[in-house]
C-alpha cells in the first residue's frame, strides 16, 4: 500500500489517497509513480513532489517506480513537499529591462538591484559636473524618467524594500538633473567601517564601496557620516564602472589608501575616468590607483582651472607604485 500525504497547513496531514498493492510472493511488486494521480496544493506556494518524510529530498519519478514491496514492508508513505511562490521584480531604465531580476518568495520584500540605473545628460562628458543622479524607482511607466526637481521625483518614487512581493511586479528608474557638488551619492551605495579612525589628530570616518551595488556614471563622495568627517577612501573597486568621483568639500580628507582602486580589470572595462580629489587630500598609499587604464585626472584641478594631472600641493606623501599601470594618467 503506498499512502500519500498532502500537508495542506502546517502542522497538520490531510490523507488524500490510498493505494494498496497486493503483495505476490512470486515476483517483486513496485510502486508506480503513475497510480499517483493526485495534485496537491498549498496556499502561496508549489508543489515540489513527493518524499517519503515531511521533510526529506523530493522523489524522482525513477526512484518511486522503484519502492519495492515485500511481506515486511507492505506500506510506503509520501509526503507532498512544497516551497514558497516566488515572485519577481523587473526594472527598467528608461525602456530598457535591467539584467538582474531580483526574486523574492510570498510575503517577503523585493530587493533592489545591484546595477544603479546610470543616464547621461545630452552633450554630458566625463570631465563635466552636471549628471543625472538616480533618484528611486517608480512602480508606474515614465514616459520621461527626467523629473524636473527631487520634490517632484518624491511624489512618484516608491520604496521597493518596503513592498511585499504577492505578485510579479515593474518598477522605473527616476532621475534629477543636478551638479555632482549639489548633494553627495546616497550612503546606501557605500560602507562606512563602524570604528572610526584618527589620521593627523583628526577623528573620522573611512569610506569603501559594497558588493551590493555596481556604481556607474558620476558620484559624490560624502563630507560626514553621523556627524563625523570622511577622512579616507578605502576599498573603492565597486566604482570602476563610474566615470568620475567627486567630493563634497569638508577640508579635512586626508588619506587614498593602499590598494583602493588597485585591479586586474582590462581597460575595456574600467570606466573611470577621473578621481577629483580635494585639495585638503595629504597622502595617496601603495598601489592605491595600480592598474587603472584609462584613468586621466586624479585632481580637482582639472575640474577648477582645466589642468590635467595636476595633484594637490598639500600631498606629502605618494608610496611606491601608487600610480602603477595607470597608462593614460599624467602627475605633475
Not at 113 to 142: C, H, I, M
Not at 187 to 213: C, H, L, M, N
Not at 299 to 313: C, N, P, Q, R, T
Request: net charge negative.
Amino acid at each position: 500500500m503506498v499512502e500519500v500525504v498532502n500537508n495542506e497547513e502546517a502542522g497538520t496531514k490531510q490523507i488524500i489517497e490510498l493505494q494498496t498493492v497486493k503483495y505476490d510472493p512470486v515476483g517483486t511488486v513496485y510502486a508506480n509513480a503513475a497510480d499517483i494521480k493526485v495534485n496537491p496544493s498549498r496556499l502561496h506556494h508549489y508543489f515540489m513532489g513527493w518524499s517519503l518524510s515531511e521533510d526529506g529530498l523530493v522523489l524522482s519519478n525513477e526512484e518511486i517506480n522503484a519502492l519495492a514491496f515485500s511481506s515486511s514492508k507492505m506500506t510506503y508513505t509520501l509526503y507532498a513537499r512544497f516551497d514558497w511562490d516566488s515572485y519577481t521584480a523587473t526594472y527598467y531604465n528608461g525602456d530598457e529591462e535591467l539584467d538582474e531580476k531580483p526574486a523574492s518568495i510570498y510575503g517577503q520584500y523585493f530587493r533592489e538591484p545591484s546595477e544603479v540605473p546610470y543616464r547621461e545628460p545630452a552633450g554630458d562628458t566625463p570631465y563635466t559636473t552636471n549628471r543625472l543622479a538616480f533618484v528611486g524607482w517608480s512602480d508606474k511607466y515614465q514616459s520621461n524618467p527626467v523629473a524636473s526637481s527631487r520634490e517632484e521625483a518624491a511624489e512618484i518614487i516608491v520604496d521597493v524594500t518596503k513592498i511585499k512581493a504577492t505578485e510579479n511586479r515593474q518598477f522605473y528608474a527616476v532621475f534629477v538633473q543636478e551638479s555632482v557638488y549639489d548633494r553627495p551619492t546616497d550612503d546606501k551605495y557605500f560602507y562606512f567601517p563602524e570604528d572610526r579612525i584618527v589620521i593627523d589628530g583628526i577623528e573620522g570616518y573611512q569610506i569603501e564601496t559594497t558588493d551590493t551595488y555596481d556604481l556607474k556614471g558620476k558620484i559624490t563622495i560624502p563630507a560626514t557620516h553621523n556627524d563625523y568627517p570622511v577622512i579616507a577612501l578605502g576599498k573603492f573597486t565597486g566604482a570602476l564602472h563610474a566615470t568620475g568621483i567627486f567630493f563634497m568639500d569638508n577640508n579635512v580628507f586626508l588619506q587614498v589608501n593602499g590598494s583602493a582602486f588597485s585591479t586586474t580589470l582590462n581597460e575595456n572595462e574600467i570606466k573611470l575616468k577621473g578621481v577629483y580629489l580635494p585639495e585638503s587630500v595629504k597622502y595617496i598609499r601603495q598601489h592605491a590607483f595600480n592598474g587603472v587604464r584609462g584613468l586621466e585626472h586624479v585632481s580637482d584641478k582639472f575640474i577648477k582651472e582645466g589642468v590635467a594631472g595636476h595633484l594637490s600641493e598639500n600631498i606629502t606623501i605618494i608610496e611606491g607604485r601608487a600610480f602603477r599601470n595607470t597608462t593614460a594618467i599624467h602627475v605633475y
